[in-house]
């Protein structure tokens, strides 16, 4: 794997504490009906008198809520965000990514990075497995997307670094390929036909916020239509996020 001539710097801790409240809250936040102390010792492989106390504790401040010896999301994450007076993503709305659709006739997904995860948060198209993969909330590569590609561009370095030190053996290729493109993405903010995955390939861009790449944009199809099209799908990417500086996509 080919490094950058900066230093590598050292890879965030993680806290298995901390590792366990994300997962509760991911799994709480998940069901619809409420998850059982069982449920969760299950999913994190833990007994459940050791998920007791993070669950009361959870509680107790707002971050689940219990009814009937079931566990919810509670009110407490969607204050943090009115407090903070921001959504994940402000300035991209549905009917963004309706109007791209429209003038490229192809998937268009709005992503953002979640750990070392991308997450299609809205999606606009009628291929059913980008419809699965948003609606649910599936966790996707973020080495093996082109949205990925520019997430990981925007993330600060430590993190960078981290993650593609975490890239198995067998992905290594595509880091060489990351770092290649890297300068180009860093500079314009778009990714075009990394050719990162044989399922599919794609053209995002980020969305920049207060200086801060906070998700991406991109146009999904097989890897021939999106390299036969490559320069009008900029093309239309550059002309969105224009339109979203002047006050607006249109």
């Not at 509760?24 to 833990?46: F, M, Y």
């Not at 992503?111 to 070392?116: F, T």
């Not at 975490?166 to 990394?194: H, K, M, N, Q, W």
Request: net charge neutral.
């Amino acid at each position: 794997m080919t490094q950058p001539d900066e230093a590598p710097t050292k890879a965030r801790a993680r806290h298995r504490t901390v590792d366990r409240v994300a997962a509760i809250l991911e799994h709480a936040a998940r069901s619809r009906s409420g998850v059982t102390l069982t449920d969760l010792a299950k999913e994190l492989a833990a007994p459940v008198s050791s998920i007791q106390g993070l669950v009361n504790g959870l509680v107790a401040t707002g971050y689940l809520d219990e009814r009937d010896r079931r566990y919810s999301l509670g009110s407490a994450p969607y204050l943090l965000n009115r407090l903070a007076g921001r959504q994940p993503v402000s300035t991209v709305t549905h009917a963004d990514l309706e109007a791209i659709h429209e003038r490229s006739g192809l998937t268009t997904v709005l992503s953002i990075a979640v750990g070392g995860n991308v997450f299609y948060v809205d999606y606009c198209g009628s291929d059913p497995r980008f419809a699965y993969l948003a609606e649910n909330y599936v966790r996707r590569s973020l080495i093996r997307t082109s949205s990925g590609w520019v997430l990981l561009a925007g993330m600060e370095k430590r993190d960078l670094w981290a993650y593609l030190r975490s890239v198995g053996a067998e992905e290594g290729y595509l880091v060489d390929r990351f770092f290649a493109a890297l300068p180009e993405i860093e500079a314009t903010g778009i990714c075009a036909s990394p050719n990162a995955s044989e399922e599919g390939d794609g053209v995002s861009i980020a969305i920049r916020e207060n200086g801060k790449t906070v998700a991406a944009i991109g146009m999904i199809s097989t890897p021939t239509v999106i390299a036969e099209q490559r320069e009008s799908l900029v093309g239309i990417l550059q002309g969105s996020i224009r339109s979203t500086a002047a006050g607006g996509m249109t």
